[in-house]
């Protein structure tokens, strides 16, 4: 089981009204749990302080 923990970034994702300094744990490819400061053991952990963690962005623009 690979795992991962995401620390100290700050967590934007207006879709689930989420928009705060929180951690976010994933196992098997699944966001497993959200909350400030989880601890535990993990396989690898980022420090994302200072910056901004969103499920994604999507660049949605052309070029004529």
Known sequence: MASM???GGHLLSPADKL?????????NNTIAEIGPNLKGSTDTTLDAKGQIVAPGF?????HL
């Open 19 to 27: 928009d705060a300094k929180l951690d976010l744990r994933i196992e």
């Open 5 to 7: 923990l995401i620390h």
């Open 58 to 62: 999507v660049d949605i623009h052309i």
